[in-house]
């Protein structure tokens, strides 16, 4: 079955850049998608098709795709960010996470 | 806004059964594709199972393929997930969650219920 991988964990300072990656074979022949995770709450789409925000996410949120790997990025990181982050793609009809990656802001 | 309420969580034994309800609101519910994502303890988000808007196809993870139906009533705006031969590795909190056909982006998500499988 498809995977894909994410490092478990990143860490950024407050208004530093952050990036998480997403790591799946041939990824770039596919779109791509990126949830936000906060304990307790619902997961939120921050991007989707490989670069596209979602109405009311911040413009600090973009994302890219090329080669193997799909890439989020945090820019002026924010004490708010601090979240699991999961991307996710689709093969053959299923949705397919990644293991999800926590964003620690200190 | 859109809405997805899910219900039916609570404490199964192993081996027993349990069916799980999502209810939509504010939104055209036959039209979109809808699926349920798991989230176990301390672990990561899993996707579980999606369905066709008008059900004619269902696809599941391969963990819980036979032992769980996910169904939806157009009429009613509900999503099901019908749940059987339940392990302590079924063990999450589940939501509802939907999609404006295949491969397009989740976009909505119910606030989950929680299953634990215990004796």
């Known amino acids: 079955s498809y995977e894909l991988t994410q490092p478990p964990s990143v860490s950024v300072s407050p208004g530093q850049t952050g990036s998480i990656t997403c790591f799946g074979n041939d990824l770039d022949n596919r779109f791509t998608y990126w949830f936000q995770h906060k304990p307790g709450q619902s997961p939120v789409l921050v991007i989707y098709q490989n670069n596209k925000r979602p109405s009311g996410i911040p413009a600090r949120f973009s994302g890219s795709n090329s080669g193997n790997t799909a890439t989020l990025t945090i820019g002026e990181t924010q004490a708010i960010d601090e979240a699991d982050y999961y991307c996710q793609t689709w093969d053959r009809s299923r949705v397919v996470f990644g293991g999800g990656t926590k964003l620690t802001v200190l | 806004h859109v809405q997805l309420v899910e219900s039916g969580g609570g404490v199964v034994q192993p081996g027993r059964s349990l069916r799980l309800s999502c209810v939509a609101s504010e939104f055209t519910f036959s039209t979109y594709t809808m699926h349920w994502v798991r989230q176990a303890p301390g672990k990561g988000l899993e996707w579980v199972a999606v369905?066709?808007?008008?059900?004619?196809?269902?696809y599941y993870i391969d963990s819980v393929e036979g032992r769980f139906t996910i169904s939806r009533d157009n009429s009613e705006n509900t999503l099901y997930l019908q749940m059987s031969s339940l392990t302590s590795e079924d063990t999450a909190v589940y939501y509802c969650?939907?999609?404006?056909?295949?491969?397009?982006?989740?976009?909505?998500w119910g606030q989950g219920t929680l299953v634990t499988v215990s004796s």
């Open positions: 369905i066709s808007y008008d059900g004619s196809n269902e």
């Open positions: 969650a939907r999609s404006d056909g295949f491969n397009a982006e989740v976009d909505s």
